[in-house]
């Protein structure tokens, strides 16, 4: 059964740090473009950044300056940076992966890890 497990959020006050880790496994033959995204209540889900295989990045104008992704390819693991937190920067995230697996490849939805910035 392959899965993305999210781990890494949690409360922090504004101004600070949190560091996001997102893990594949299963069966896996390659993993591709990963990203995170994010939900706050109310709104709808938003991409924060995503980074290809090869290493290139995109983020949101939002986080730019502030959030760093990067990626371990042979653990199929992303990674998010979170620094200089703000309220805004509240949400559930979300790990998304476009991975090959045995036979097929499709993007696949981690379960969502709560970030919570207090003012």
């Known amino acids: 059964q392959l899965q993305l497990v999210e781990s890494g959020g949690g409360l922090v006050q504004a101004g600070g740090s949190l560091r996001l880790s997102c893990a594949a496994s299963?069966?896996?033959?390659?993993?591709?473009?990963m990203g995170w995204y994010r939900q706050a209540p109310g709104k709808q889900r938003e991409l924060v950044a995503a980074?290809?295989?090869?290493?290139?990045?995109n983020y949101a104008d939002s986080v730019k300056g502030r959030f760093t992704i990067s990626r371990a390819n042979a653990k199929n693991t992303v990674y998010l940076q979170m620094n200089s937190l703000k309220p805004e920067d509240t949400g559930v995230y979300y790990c998304?992966?476009?991975?090959?697996?045995?036979?097929?490849?499709?993007?696949?939805w981690g379960q969502g890890t709560q970030v919570t910035v207090s003012s």
């Open positions: 998304n992966a476009d991975i090959l697996s045995t036979g097929r490849g499709r993007s696949y």
């Open positions: 299963g069966s896996i033959v390659s993993t591709n473009a």
């Open positions: 980074i290809t295989r090869g290493g290139s990045t």
